[in-house]
């Protein structure tokens, strides 16, 4: 099977050409690591195969466990099992987080054509996984990402991965904003997370977060492309020397 | 039929024929009319309607085999019907309600007038057919639900009074089950005497060939208060407009509305805050979706007379656009005579929030249910204090607008 790959993608927004000729292959049960200056395209490509419709696909293709990502749209992509941790989760007034997480797990558990969970046993799974994450349960009362404080956004963003469980997670810099406990606590749930069957896309600036999680692959992405791809030592370079060499 | 044909065909129908002066009063009123004299231009109370509609219909009122009933659901908690805006006469020692009779006349010079260029009420003179003098006693704690039944065809041209005594609480709720093709333009005259508290839920759910021209004017006195909320559902015409008066010190008002429109639904909705009196706090917010080619305004205003010092006023629209095509009109006013004031003023109106819609999608869900949940998440937090069964109904309401929103 193809777990993901992506093949000369050219995507642009507002007329403006932001990945240029594109490609990643990304096996089951691998982690990936993006790294690139402000600006370069990482949150445009996390957007673009989350299915953001704000981006024009110029040319390429997209191939996810074998079907064209492309052609899906957005819920069409989360149900098959991809997800995007944001980088600026937005916040939804009004929209409770436990119906919200519940309404998203069982449409994907219909999609698959499995049972749904009722109330109960979906507030003890929530709570499970929230109890795991140290989020206090009493955010689960509250309206989706409003007034949380940055690292309790990013917090709650892995709490719904670790729910909706994904085969494919991209995290767009998960791990800025977190304090020094939170990234421990963020990384041993995405360890405790990790078996070969998922893969990870983790786009972000700092080399502490990949001390913690092993990428198998480090990517230096630069104006809308790779531009060098080795393993856990690039990551060292661009803290040194960051990135004019590449 | 014209104006004229009516007036002069139907005046007998008229409750203060036998009373000089309000039949001279209605003559004059009549002539305005009749004469255009009034402005045209510039006039909220036909914001949304046009003239020669409300002027020609077909008066119709015979109200022969109706059926009005007073009946106790549970202990302190009472089923009114009105049929064709006739009431049952009924006393006991919480409640007094009676139909108006030409003996009533000086209730009618008394009543409170905020209404001088709106059209609507001056039809409502001229026509008015019926009417209730509605008392709650002092010192009771009642729950009451009055079911509003229009017969087919029915013009009811109505003025209410109630009283609400000193000490009491009360949850009133307004029903309007109408038929087919009627007309009702109904005047509530509201007054909540010292300490009372009223909360009143207005339900608004009847099918499109019907109208419906709402006006109340509430007086608070001291430490009163009156909570009115309307909940708009109607594929027919409505028209809420609502005025309170803080008259007694430390009273508070609040006038509140929803409404949910389709295909080409319209409603026309303001909201008047009168302070009179020191430390008194009053809330206008008006929320809405709109979806085809539907279209709404709401006019808003905060009155601070010199006296009324401390006085908080709060403001406040919001809309949710759903297609390029409906519209929502929305125009807060503030006119302060007082220096020591909190008011303010706000307006959000604009199409369902697309960074949002994406959110709650990138999780798996579609696109109705995410839509769904930002438009249900929209008066979540206008449900939180209601009464269950209240919340439940309109919830209810809701999901039937929801499931109609999808098959557009
Ligand atoms: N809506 C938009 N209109 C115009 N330009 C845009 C828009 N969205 C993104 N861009 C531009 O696209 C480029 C890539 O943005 P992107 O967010 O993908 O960068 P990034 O690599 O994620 O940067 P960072 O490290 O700062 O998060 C930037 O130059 C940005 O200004
Ligand atoms: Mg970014």
Redesign the interface.
């Known amino acids: 099977m193809i777990f993901l790959n992506i093949n000369n993608l050219n995507v642009s927004i507002e007329g403006k050409k932001i990945l240029n000729d594109f490609n990643i292959t990304i096996n089951e049960g691998e982690v990936h690591a993006i790294m690139g200056p402000n600006g370069c395209g990482k949150s445009t490509l996390a957007n673009v195969l989350a299915g953001n419709e704000d981006y024009e696909v110029n040319s390429g293709k997209v191939i996810f466990k074998d079907e064209d990502l492309l052609d899906l749209n957005i819920e069409e992509r989360a149900q098959k099992g991809l997800f995007l941790a944001f980088q600026y989760p937005v916040e939804i007034p009004g929209v409770n987080i436990t119906p919200f997480l519940q309404a998203s797990i069982n449409s994907k558990l219909k999609n698959e054509k499995k049972p749904e969970l009722d109330n109960l046993s979906f507030a003890k799974l929530l709570r499970k996984k929230a109890e795991e994450l140290g989020i206090n349960t009493d955010m689960l009362k509250r309206s989706i990402n409003t007034g949380f404080s940055g690292g309790e956004k990013k917090r709650y963003e892995i709490l719904q991965m670790s729910v909706l469980n994904p085969e494919l997670t991209i995290f767009d810099e998960t791990d800025s904003g977190l304090d020094v406990d939170a990234l421990k606590i963020v990384t041993e749930g995405i360890n405790r997370f990790k078996n070969p069957k998922n893969s990870f896309l983790i786009i972000t600036h700092y080399q502490k977060l990949l001390d913690y999680i092993h990428p198998d692959h480090v990517h230096v992405m630069r104006n809308g492309k790779i531009v060098k791809s080795g393993d856990i030592s690039l990551a060292s370079e661009v803290e040194v020397s960051g990135y004019q060499n590449f | 039929m014209t104006l004229e044909n009516n007036f002069i065909h139907h005046s007998k129908e008229y409750i203060f024929l036998d009373n000089e002066t309000l039949s001279n009063h209605r003559e004059n009123t009549y002539k305005k009319i009749f004469q255009k004299n009034y402005d045209r231009k510039n006039n909220e109370s036909l914001k949304n309607i046009t003239i020669s509609d409300v002027s020609k219909f077909n008066y119709f009122y015979k109200p022969t085999k109706t059926n009005p009933t007073v009946s106790l659901i549970d202990d302190l908690n009472y089923k009114i019907k009105l049929v064709d805006g006739i009431c049952k006469n009924y006393e006991d020692e919480y409640i007094e309600i009676r139909n108006i009779t030409n003996l009533d006349f000086k209730i009618f010079l008394n009543q409170v007038n905020n209404n001088l260029d709106d059209i609507i009420i001056d039809f409502n003179k001229i026509f008015l057919n019926s009417g209730i003098f509605f008392n709650i006693k002092s010192d009771t704690k009642l729950k009451i639900r009055l079911v509003h039944d229009t017969s087919e065809n029915f013009t009811v041209f109505q003025n209410n009074f109630i009283n609400f005594n000193k000490n009491c609480e009360v949850q009133l709720e307004d029903h309007f089950n109408l038929t087919n093709n009627s007309i009702n333009n109904i005047n509530y005259n509201i007054h909540v005497d010292e300490k009372a508290v009223v909360k009143h839920n207005i339900f608004q759910n009847f099918r499109n060939s019907n109208k419906l021209y709402l006006t109340s004017n509430s007086v608070c006195e001291k430490k009163s208060s009156y909570h009115q909320n309307t909940y708009n559902f109607s594929e027919g015409f409505v028209r809420n407009f609502h005025h309170a008066h803080l008259n007694g010190e430390y009273s508070n008002a609040s006038l509140k509305g929803c409404f949910f429109l389709k295909n080409k639904n319209i409603c026309s909705n303001k909201t008047n805050i009168i302070h009179n009196a020191v430390n008194c706090v009053s809330d206008q917010t008006y929320k809405g979706i709109l979806n085809a080619h539907s279209k709404a305004s709401y006019y808003s205003n905060t009155f601070v007379s010199e006296n009324a010092q401390k006085t908080e006023g709060y403001q406040l629209s919001k809309g949710i656009l759903l297609t390029d095509n409906c519209s929502f009109f929305s125009k807060p006013e503030l006119r302060i005579f007082a220096d020591d004031v909190k008011c303010s003023h706000g307006s959000t109106i604009g199409p369902v ?1 697309e ?2 819609l ?10 109705n ?2 839509m769904k ?2 438009i249900s ?2 008066i ?2 206008d449900l939180l204090n209601l009464d269950k069964n209240i919340a439940k109904e309109i919830s209810n309401n809701l999901s039937d607008y929801l499931k109609s929103l999808s098959n557009d």
């Open positions: 929030d960074s949002a994406y959110y709650l999608r990138s999780r798996g869900m579609s696109k249910e995410a949940m930002i998440s929209f979540e937090e």
